[in-house]
């Protein structure tokens, strides 16, 4: 059992940033796809990043893609979405995500443990 723990979310003005992190209870072998959706009330879950393959790979949704960089540091089992320029649209609930056997279609069905959330709000 692979346990996600979040933690960097908070209340920032648009234009700043925040780094979220993401450690596992386990280690990242370059199979795992480590990602992060994002919930705003009364919407659908959205895939922003993920990264796979040990970095070689990532991905990132067109709203965030030049603004969020996804990382991770094998040796602290930690996954990082650092998000500059933020917005108020990037307010949301965030959630880290881990697929133990690669990425496929990058969407919340795929991805089988969750962490608990980290909310971000960015005021105007």
């Known amino acids: 059992q692979v346990q996600l723990v979040e933690s960097g979310g908070g209340s920032v003005q648009a234009g700043g940033s925040l780094r979220l992190a993401c450690t596992t209870s386990?280690?990242?072998?370059?199979?795992?796809?480590m990602a992060w959706f994002r919930q705003a009330p009364g919407k659908e879950r959205e895939g922003v990043a993920y990264?796979?393959?040990?970095?070689?790979?990532?991905y990132y949704a067109d709203s965030v893609k030049g603004r969020f960089t996804i990382s991770q540091d094998k040796a602290k089992n930690t996954a990082y979405l650092q998000m500059n320029s933020l917005k108020p649209e990037d307010t949301s609930m965030y959630y880290c995500a881990a697929n133990l056997y690669g990425c496929g279609r990058f969407n919340d069905a795929n991805f089988g443990y969750w962490g608990q959330g980290t909310q971000v709000t960015v005021s105007s």
């Open positions: 990264i796979y393959n040990g970095g070689a790979s990532t």
């Open positions: 386990t280690y990242m072998n370059s199979r795992y796809c």
